[in-house]
Each structure stands twice: as structure tokens, then as C-alpha cells.
């Protein structure tokens, strides 16, 4: 088991979180198409994979993240390719002879991809409904796992326009719609920015109201002192029951990666100064050194940068530097920044995505928000704020 | 045991194998790491990233090629695994695909991947082409059961290049494969302008190579003992401690910079390590130069003044120096520290000091930017030398290097800077001097230019200053003055001595008590002097004049003999004092003494005696007093004349001709009297300072009954003597009423007695000097 503060965690070093593996196998038992809502790092992409390495009896999970996707066909294309090089799907004879049959074009199946007949096969769209019916020949349920589904959508709305975005939600009900006699098929989808808000923006919430919802919460209190028990299997000191309630009081967004995040900087320490034991000094200047990590804050900043311009980047900007001032922003004091930057229609849709995306709460109080992370707070007053 | 040339030390590339891996005594426990992390990973899933982070000379490329070597050296391992180092600065990958190209190709190197890039040649039109020769890559490998391991050396320069879509594939491909791993380097300074909020940065763990600590130090110091047999440096590493870690302070603890001034040091004979430290300093220059662009104006201000100073500045002083507001100035430090150009050093107030983080930055800004007068470029060596060596070892290692250059065939830089170096050091001014003009005669037929950049020695200085006191220039040798580097006793004596000639004189009180508390006698002679000549308390001119011979100054003893003479008219003590310097050799007390013996004990013989050994000495004017207390006291007329007449040859000075003068009258020599008489009779200056002797030597005249001789004289003055001397002119009336019958009844009632008195005492004196 290793402390791992990059990719997706997988295998054995995944911590496995039991109530939320069975709420996700309520609802894929139940055949839903799934849409899984989580800010950043808090373990969408690991919890996918761990379904993936996972699965009951009868189920294959694929997954694939086309974050770098930036039209519609090329997506269908991706999939596609990747449905069909799946071992499980590959391999399966009454597949591959279904595809042949039905989509004369198709050339030659192969773990490199498909052949086609003729170069340069335009519907992907088409052939993937006809790929997934397939599947209904066969006794084996597929779940089509899509990462970073949002990304993906705004890229094609920034390199296409909004009305290709918007029929590329479409097809995709559609394909849903399509497959939905086989039953066979069940797509879920991921992604760190709000999709939910981004469809809002489009007008176009009819394309992704046959999703359920899958939540992935932070870590509750038992769930975190085993984490951390499972992750000093990897160091070479302890920490007292003492020690780890001061960094969980120090975090108190209990997301897996702050607490890897934090017991690696611990680890650093440790090594670097050939430590005999972790103090709270010791924990204080991790918490400080974890700070200094760039690559693991500044997409918080680079995201709002990137996603909103002009007085909307302003005014998200303000309301972050006044938590991060103040620990609170009160509702009428936002109401009041909204009209500042001529805002007072958007705002609340700006402040969903503040919340979804895991910026900003208001679960004590709907009229009084704070920061979700004290980590991110202390981060954004020192690097963003001042 | 292995000896390497030293410039292998900056290009781990050029070293060997076996030879990398010897040298690689630190950084051990995150290469074990990050080694075991590889060892142990299945690479079923994807795994963890690295950027191996640190400013340059942290050893990044070193752990990198460490790390690969290791792998390749596990025969286990690189059964699986199949390390690629990329070992060029990868300039020619700009787009995701050029990496995987560029990989296919040194896979091909492998029967078992023959191909390769002809398979990726054929996609090159696709518009998916970076995609497909990724999936070649990844086919290939999970066909021949390998998994990848990139070590990319300078990763962030690649990084930052990467265009939107190019970065979003990145994250997937981290994100998707498990067939490779990155293992990259970078170096932290160009770092501050990345935009880490790119995708894919979340997925490196970034380990950051900070400055050694102590340990490390010490074992890298062992180590470069060992492979330059340097056995001494065992013993310094284990006696003491604090060189090492002052030495960890001075370099920030980066092993480049270590590894560097230690050669420059040991290298006492060629100077290639120097060569080598040009070498380097050449090479950074492009990104140094970047680095300083990329600030703001006011930002390259701070740091030029920051770096220039090398020591640690407080706000207050960096905003004074760069003409900013305190808070502007602070603005600013925040800012270049949050990227990373300067660190904070806390203290205990709260004022913090800045300076410059990366030490070798400051080497290379001084070296290299430092063209302003006054720089000192060798800062940093003078700084590890002081730090190395004691007083003893370091003018051990300038007669050493005294001794190179006799001998030539010293690189010239070297020799120069290395002169510049040690002779900011302690050493003493003599070997410093001679070190100093022994250079010069070196390099300048070599390059006249760089002596530009050699400073004057302390005793050139010091003559410097001496002739600007000389001349009343007071502040500009007070400036020149600061050219010497250590505030020893003789500078701080040199600046008590000037303000003291400059009339400052608690300033120079201030000066000398500075100098006294390091022992040295001048200053407390000097500061006596002021308290006995200028502030006039002699009780405390005693106390130091008393504390200056206890620690043997002799001038002390003459000077506090004057003390007890003059102001306490202590005349014993006063007199063991003048014979206690008269012993040491302090010929003005011989004349002084003999002044004592005239004036006080009025012991003639004693006078007589030490009046003669001051004239032996040296001091003649001795003799003019000894002529006239032979006159004075009517001792000997022959024997005075002898005296004054000796004196008078010596020196032609009114005195001298007055006395003369005087004492031919005595022996009744008067044309000759006359003659010498108008050597101060007709010089103005005698009117103010003896005007009484004046009288004097006409009322001998007189009493000589050479009236017409003194009525000459009254008559030929210029300077109106009828009218200065009137009661001697109306004495002389009075003898001449024969000639002059109404002459002397024109003198008024006034002057009467006064002229009775005269002539009283003209009689008196035509039988004293019959």
C-alpha cells in the first residue's frame, strides 16, 4: 500500500468505502444511468476504478476520460474504439459477428482497434448504438464509465459554440434512449466540473434529467481513523490518537487526498530531517510545506480564471477573498456583491457552481457560507487573496 | 579508490556508472524512495508520478540518473522495466507526440521494438496522429510484457509547452494507462511563471531537494576528502562543527555550490576549478538573465540591491537603498519571495532580513552583473574562506598562493580573484601587500582590464589616507578608510586619529576607546592625549596615559612625563618618567629633562648634560636653550658662545639669532652682534613673540655703552621701534644727554618710572656681563 497524492488510487492501495460502494450497486442494480457529482479530488476517478476492478458477477465496467475531447464524433469515435478492444467485448464472438453483420463497414475487430473497409468512417454516433444493441445478444451487462464528461462538453462548447454542445448532450440522450429496450447498457458520468449548472447555463436540463444522482460525500469520522491507519501502513512512524484528531481538526473537510496529502509532507519531513517522532510542530509545518504544493492548489484558481470572465471572475473572485478574510460571506453581503458587478440575475447560478464544484457550504446555516477546505481557505487568503 | 576530474561533478552525464554511483552520498534516503516505490509498484493501474524538484546544483539529475542506473543494475527489475533517459534538454519535444516518437525511437534500440517508428510515420496525417502513435507505444509494450519508465531531465520546460488539447490528453493518459511512469527533473528557478494549475500537474508528486542539512553536509565533505585524499578534512569535519554548518548557511546547503568552493580551495596550484566555476556561471546566464526579465522594474531593483549586498537585508534598508516606501518595498518582498527569488530570515524582532535564496544565483549576479565600483565579485569566496579556515591556516594559504604565482602557470582569473579573495580575509597587512603587488605584475601584461577588479591593499589605503589627512581632507579619508574590510585595531585607530585631527573629538574618543578595548597602546596614548590636551581632564589623561605604558607604550611615558611637569607640577614623577623614556629611547624627553633640571631642580650640570645628549640625538635645538641658561645663569661666556653659535649655524631662526646675538654682546663682540641681531630685529614675527628679549638685548647694548650703535638700530628699524620701545629709547636718551640734551626731557611723566627702572636695571647688567 502506498501514500499516492497523484493519480487515481487503485488496487490495493484503494481504501474501500463500503456505504458508498453499496449506494452506487443500489442504483446500477436497478439500471439507471448514473451522473456521479463530486468537487476535485475527492475520489470520483478511484471509486470508479475500484468498480472497475470489482465487478458482480455478469457486469463490465469501461472506463474512459475524454477530457481532451473536443467534438462530438470524435467522441463516439473514442468510445467506440474502446468498447470494442475490450477484452470482455473483443472476445466475445457473438458480439463481433453482430457488429459485422450490421455494420458492413467494419472490416476487422482487433485489440488495435477497428478496420474499416473504407478509410475514415464518418458516423460513430450510429455505429456505437448499433455496437451497444449488440450487447443485448449477449449475457453480460456493460456499465460505460465517461470521466470528465463536462470537460468534454465545454471544450466542444468553446471550440464549436453553444449549439453544438447542446446537440451533444442530445445524442447522447439519444443514445440512451436507443438502448434502453436492451437494458443491457448503462452509461455513468463523471467529472469534477458541475454539469448540472453548465446544462442550466444551456437551457437544456431536459437532456439530463433521466440521471440519477450519485453523490460522493466526504469521509465520516470512522471511515477517516481507519484511512489513516491505512495509509501509515506505508510510513515509518505513528501518530497518537492525539495526533491524528489535531490533523483532522486542521483539515475538517475529510476528503482521502488532504489526508494523504497530509501524511506525505509528514512523511517528507520525517525523512528529510531523520525524525524520531511527528510533533504537532512537526504536523503544523506539514500543513504549511502541503501549501507550498502548487501543482495540487492552483487548478482551483486556474479553473475560475478559465471558466469565468470579466465582472463574473470578479465577483466569484471578491466572494472567495472575503470568506477567506472574513471565514464567513453572509447571503445579503453576496446579494450586495452582485449588484456591484451587475450580477443580480447570474449570481446564484455562479454560486452553485462555487458549491458544487467544493469551493463553499451553507450546510449549517443557508444564509451564511464558509469555506468547504480550511486548507483551501488558508491556501486562497495566502496565494490568491493577498 | 576513484579519482575524478572535477568537472564531471556539473555534468552527471559525462560521469560513469560505477563513477556516478560513488559519489552519490546524499540524497540517499529519497532516492531509496522513490526506488523502492518503483520496485515495488505492478504497474497494474496507473501509478504515481515524479517532478524531482530543487534549485540548480541541488543533485536532481544526479537522483535521476541514480535512480535509472539502479534499475538497470537489478537485473530482476529491468526484466519489467525498460528505463528511457532523456538526456538532452529536451528543446526538440514540443508537442505530446514528439514524446512518444522520441521514445519509440530509443526503444528501437530493442530487437523485440524494431519498427516502431515506421508503424508512427504512417499515422502522421491523421488528425488523431498524437493518439494513434500513443496507442503503437502502449500496444507494443503490452505485447512484449514491458512497462515504461521516462526519466525526463528539465520536465517543466517540456511541460510548459504543451498546448490545451495536448495537456488534457496528458491528464488522460496519466490518468488511463498503467504501461509507463514519469520520473522528471526541474530545476525550481524558471519555475515561478508556471501556471500549476494545469491539468495535469495534480498527477506529479513533487519532491522538493532542499538544502542539505547538517548530516549530509558532513558526509559530502568526507566524501570529497576521500576522493581528493584530503586528509585533513577528516579531522575538520569531525572537530568542527560549527565551519560545517556556517558553511551549510553560505551555500543554502546546495551540493553544486559546496562541491565548487571546496575545489576552488583545494585547487591551489592551476586553477581549473575556477575555470570550471566560469564555465558554469556562463552557462546559467541565459536563464539567469530570463529570470531577472521576467520581474517587474521595481522587483529587478530589489533584487539587484539584495544581491549585491549578499548579506541578508532588513525592509528598511533595501527601501532606503532603492529609494521605495517601506510599504512598496515590502509589497514587493512578498511577492519575490512567494517566487522563491528571495527567502525571509526571521530574527527575533520583527524586522526580517532578505536575501537572495539561491546562493548560486548571487555568486553569478556579483561575478557577472556586479559592475558597479565598489562590488566586491568574490564576496561569496571570501566568505568561505573565512568560514574554512582560521587566522593561521589563511595566511598559510596566501603565502601558498603567494608562492603559485611566483612560480606561473596560474590560470590569471584564479590567481586574481583568488588574490582579491584572501586578502579581504584577516591575514596581515604585510603578506597582503606583497600578495597584492605580486599580482599585478602577473596579470596585468596578461589583462590589464581585470586588475580593475583587484582592490588596493591596507597599506596602500592607508597611505591613501594618510595623504588626505595630511592635506585636511578629513571626510574623503575617512571614505578611503572604509576601503579596509575588517575593523581592526588599525583602521579603528586611523579613524579616532583623523577625527581627532579633524576636531571631532568625542568622535574620535568614541574611535580610540574602540581600538583601546582591542589592545591597542596607541589609541590609549592617543585618547590620554585628548583628554590631557583637548577635554583637559588630566586625571583620566593619567589613568590612560598610565594604562598605555602598562602595555608598553613608550610615548605614554614621555607624554605623561609632560603631563606631571606641566599640569600637575609633579617634577619627581615628572622626571622618573622623562628617564623612564629617555631608557626607551624617546629622544625628545632628553630635551624636555634637561628643561625640567634648568627650569625646575635649576641643576645646571644635569641640564647641561642631557641639553648636549638631546643635541647628540639629533634634537639641536636643544642647543639655543643650552646657550642661554649659559647666559641666563652667567655660567661661562666662552663656553656660550660656543653653544650659540653652533646653534645659530644649525638653524638660522630668530630665536637662535637672538640668542647668538645676545651672547656675542656678553662677550663683547658688537659689530658681529649687530650683524646677527638684524636676523630677528628686523622680522616682525619677533615683536610677537619675544618682545621682552628685544628690550633685553638693547639694554645690554646699552649697558655695553654702544649708544650710537643702539640709537643706529632704533633709527634703521622699519617697523618703528622709537615708538614700540619708548622706555628703552628714553633709558638710551638719558645716557646720550650729552649728544641729545633735550631729547630725554620730551619723555613724559608717565613713562618715568618705567625708564628709571630700565636704567636701574642697565647698570645691573653692565656688572653682571662685565
Redesign the interface.
Known amino acids: 500500500m ?1 501514500i ?5 488510487v ?2 490495493d492501495n484503494y481504501f474501500f468505502r463500503k456505504k458508498l460502494a453499496e449506494e452506487a450497486w443500489n442504483l446500477i442494480e436497478s439500471g439507471c444511468h448514473i451522473l456521479i457529482t463530486a468537487p476535485r ?1 475527492v475520489g470520483k ?1 478511484s471509486f470508479m ?1 475500484y468498480l472497475k ?1 470489482h465487478p458482480k458477477k455478469g457486469y463490465c465496467f469501461i ?1 474512459l ?4 475531447v ?1 467534438n462530438e464524433n ?1 467522441f463516439f469515435r473514442r468510445l467506440v474504439n474502446k468498447i470494442v478492444t475490450t477484452e470482455h467485448i473483443g472476445n466475445s464472438q457473438k458480439i463481433v459477428t453482430f457488429i459485422k453483420k450490421n455494420i458492413p463497414s467494419i472490416k476487422r475487430v482487433g ?3 477497428i478496420e474499416f473497409t473504407k478509410p475514415d468512417e464518418k458516423n460513430f454516433k450510429e455505429m456505437l448504438v448499433k455496437i451497444l444493441q449488440s450487447i443485448q445478444s449477449d449475457n453480460i451487462k456493460l456499465i460505460v464509465m465517461l ?1 470528465e464528461f463536462p ?1 468534454t462538453l465545454i ?1 466542444i462548447i468553446e471550440d464549436e459554440g453553444e449549439s453544438q454542445g447542446k446537440h451533444f448532450l442530445r445524442s447522447n440522450r439519444e443514445i440512451r434512449q436507443d438502448i434502453e429496450s436492451s437494458k443491457n447498457v448503462q452509461f455513468i458520468y463523471a467529472g469534477s466540473i458541475g454539469l448540472e449548472n453548465i446544462v442550466s447555463r444551456l437551457n437544456a436540463v431536459a437532456t439530463i434529467n433521466d440521471l440519477a444522482r450519485l453523490i460522493i460525500p466526504p469521509l465520516i469520522i470512522n471511515e477517516v481513523n481507519d484511512f489513516i491507519d491505512f495509509l501509515l501502513k506505508n510510513t515509518k512512524f505513528t501518530l497518537s490518537h492525539k495526533l491524528k484528531n489535531y490533523i483532522l481538526k486542521k483539515i475538517e473537510w475529510l476528503i482521502p487526498f488532504y489526508i494523504q496529502l497530509v501524511i ?1 509532507e509528514l512523511n ?1 519531513i520525517y ?4 525524525l524520531n517522532e511527528i510533533s504537532v510542530d512537526i504536523i503544523d509545518r506539514a500543513f504549511v510545506d502541503m501549501l507550498e ?11 475560475l ?1 478559465t471558466s469565468f470572465k470579466g465582472k463574473e471572475y470578479s465577483f466569484i473572485k471578491e466572494v472567495l477573498n472575503t470568506v477567506s478574510d472574513n471565514n464567513i460571506i453572509k447571503t445579503n453581503e453576496i446579494n450586495d456583491l452582485a449588484v456591484k458587478y451587475d450580477l443580480v440575475e447570474f449570481y446564484r447560478d455562479l454560486l452553485k457552481t462555487l458549491t458544487y464544484d467544493g469551493y463553499l457550504n451553507n450546510n449549517d446555516n443557508p444564509k451564511i457560507y464558509r469555506f468547504n477546505s480550511p486548507i483551501l481557505k488558508m491556501w486562497w487568503k495566502n ?1 490568491v487573496a493577498n | 579508490m576513484l579519482q575524478i576530474s572535477h568537472i564531471q561533478v556539473y555534468n552527471p552525464f559525462n560521469m560513469t556508472q560505477e563513477e556516478l554511483i560513488n559519489i552519490f552520498v546524499v540524497r540517499t ?2 532516492f531509496k ?1 522513490i526506488f523502492e ?1 518503483i520496485k515495488f ?2 504497474m ?6 515524479y ?1 524531482i524538484q530543487g534549485i540548480r546544483g541541488q543533485g536532481k539529475t544526479t537522483l535521476l540518473l541514480r535512480i535509472y542506473y539502479e534499475i538497470v543494475r537489478d537485473i530482476k527489475l529491468s526484466k519489467k522495466l525498460i528505463p528511457i533517459i532523456f538526456n538532452e534538454e529536451p528543446y526538440n519535444i514540443r508537442k505530446l507526440y514528439n514524446l512518444w516518437e522520441t521514445t519509440a525511437g530509443l526503444l528501437e534500440e530493442r530487437n523485440e521494438f524494431a519498427g516502431l517508428t515506421g508503424k508512427m510515420e504512417k499515422e502522421f496525417n491523421k488528425t ?1 496522429y498524437e493518439m494513434r502513435c500513443f ?1 503503437i507505444l502502449e ?1 507494443s509494450l503490452k505485447k512484449n510484457h514491458k512497462k515504461l519508465i521516462l526519466f525526463i531531465d528539465n520536465i517543466g520546460m517540456f511541460l510548459e509547452k504543451l498546448d490545451k ?5 496528458l ?2 493518459v ?3 494507462s498503467s504501461e509507463l511512469r514519469i520520473i522528471g527533473a526541474s530545476s525550481s528557478i524558471v519555475e515561478f511563471s ?6 495535469f ?8 531537494l ?1 538544502g542539505l ?1 547538517f ?1 549530509e553536509t558532513k558526509v559530502l565533505l568526507l566524501k570529497l576528502g576521500e576522493m581528493y585524499n584530503k586528509k585533513k578534512i577528516k579531522a575538520l569535519v569531525e572537530n568542527n562543527p560549527g565551519r560545517i554548518e556556517a558553511l551549510r548557511r553560505l551555500t543554502g546547503g546546495v551540493i553544486r555550490t559546496i562541491v565548487l568552493l571546496f575545489e576552488i580551495f583545494i585547487d591551489e596550484e592551476i586553477g581549473s576549478a575556477f575555470i570550471d566555476l566560469e564555465k558554469i556561471l556562463d552557462n546559467v546566464t541565459p536563464l539567469y538573465k530570463h529570470r531577472m526579465d521576467d520581474l517587474s522594474p521595481p522587483q529587478q531593483q530589489i533584487v539587484d540591491v539584495i544581491a549585491i549586498n549578499w548579506d541578508a537585508m532588513s525592509t528598511k534598508d533595501i527601501a532606503k537603498k532603492t529609494r521605495m516606501q517601506s510599504k512598496v518595498a515590502a509589497a514587493q518582498l512578498n511577492q519575490l519571495q ?1 517566487n522563491n527569488i528571495i527567502e525571509k530570515q526571521a530574527t527575533s524582532t520583527k524586522n526580517n532580513f532578505y536575501r537572495i535564496s539561491e546562493r548560486f544565483f548571487n555568486i553569478w549576479y556579483l561575478m557577472r552583473q556586479g559592475r558597479r565600483k565598489d562590488v566586491n565579485k568574490v564576496r561569496f569566496l571570501v566568505e568561505f574562506l573565512e568560514i574554512w579556515c582560521s587566522k593561521d591556516e589563511l595566511q598559510k594559504r596566501a603565502l601558498k598562493h603567494l608562492d603559485a604565482i611566483e612560480k606561473g602557470g596560474i590560470y590569471h582569473r584564479y590567481a586574481l580573484y583568488f588574490t582579491e579573495a584572501i586578502s579581504k580575509t584577516d591575514i596581515s597587512y604585510e603578506i597582503q601587500d606583497k600578495l597584492i603587488k605580486k599580482i599585478r605584475e602577473y596579470v596585468g601584461p596578461i589583462d590589464k582590464g581585470l586588475l580593475r577588479d583587484l582592490s588596493p591593499s591596507n597599506l596602500e589605503i592607508l597611505s591613501n589616507v594618510e595623504i588626505l589627512f595630511k592635506n585636511k581632507k578629513y571626510e574623503s579619508a575617512l571614505k578611503e578608510l572604509q576601503k579596509i574590510r575588517y575593523n581592526d585595531t588599525i583602521k579603528l585607530f586611523f579613524s579616532g586619529y583623523i577625527y581627532h585631527l579633524k576636531g571631532d573629538f568625542s568622535k574620535a574618543e568614541e574611535y580610540y576607546l574602540k581600538a583601546a578595548e582591542s589592545g591597542d597602546s596607541f589609541a590609549l596614548n592617543n585618547i590620554a592625549m585628548l583628554y590631557h590636551y583637548e577635554f583637559k581632564e588630566f586625571r583620566k589623561a593619567e589613568e590612560y596615559y598610565l594604562k598605555s605604558v602598562e602595555s608598553g607604550d613608550t610615548d605614554a611615558l614621555f607624554n605623561i612625563a609632560v603631563l606631571y611637569h606641566k599640569e600637575f607640577k609633579d617634577f619627581k614623577k615628572s622626571e622618573e618618567y622623562y628617564l623612564k623614556a629617555v631608557e626607551s629611547g624617546v629622544t625628545q624627553a632628553l630635551f624636555n629633562i634637561a628643561l625640567l633640571y634648568h627650569y625646575e631642580f635649576k641643576d645646571f650640570k644635569k641640564a647641561e648634560e642631557y641639553y648636549l645628549k638631546a643635541v647628540e640625538s639629533g634634537y639641536t635645538k636643544s642647543l639655543n636653550n643650552l646657550a642661554w641658561m649659559f647666559f641666563k645663569e652667567k655660567i661661562d661666556k666662552i663656553k656660550a658662545l660656543e653653544y650659540a653659535e653652533k646653534s645659530f649655524k644649525e638653524e638660522k631662526t630668530i630665536f637662535t639669532a637672538y640668542t647668538y646675538s645676545t651672547i656675542l654682546l656678553w662677550n663683547n663682540e658688537f659689530e658681529k652682534a649687530y650683524k646677527i641681531s638684524k636676523e630677528f630685529i628686523e622680522n616682525p614675527e619677533s615683536f610677537e613673540k619675544f618682545p621682552k628679549d628685544i628690550t633685553l638685548f638693547l639694554m645690554l647694548l646699552i649697558s655695553k655703552k654702544q649708544y650710537h650703535l643702539t640709537l643706529k638700530i632704533f633709527n634703521e628699524n622699519p617697523y618703528d621701534l622709537m615708538n614700540r620701545l619708548k622706555p628703552v629709547y628714553y633709558a638710551l636718551m638719558y645716557f646720550m644727554q650729552d649728544d641729545y640734551p633735550n631729547e630725554y626731557r620730551k619723555m613724559g611723566e608717565e613713562l618715568k618710572q618705567t625708564v628709571e627702572e630700565i636704567i636701574e636695571e642697565i647698570l645691573r647688567l653692565e656688572k653682571d656681563y662685565e
Do not use: C, M, V
Open positions: 502506498k499516492i497524492t497523484g493519480p487515481p487503485a488496487g479530488r476517478t476504478y476492478d472506463y476520460n475524454t477530457e481532451s473536443n470524435e485489440p488495435d482497434g470521466d470537460q471544450n506525505s517528507n525523512r528529510d530531517e531523520d504544493q502548487r501543482n495540487h492548489f492552483e487548478h482551483w484558481h486556474t479553473r480564471r496565494y | 534516503a529519497i524512495e516505490d509498484s505492478e497494474k493501474h496507473p501509478e504515481q508520478h517532478i488523431d496507442e500496444t488539447k495536448d495537456q488534457h490528453r491528464r488522460e496519466l490518468i488511463e508556471y501556471d500549476y494549475g494545469k491539468p500537474f495534480e498527477f506529479f508528486k513533487i519532491s522538493k532542499k542539512n548530516e512567494r
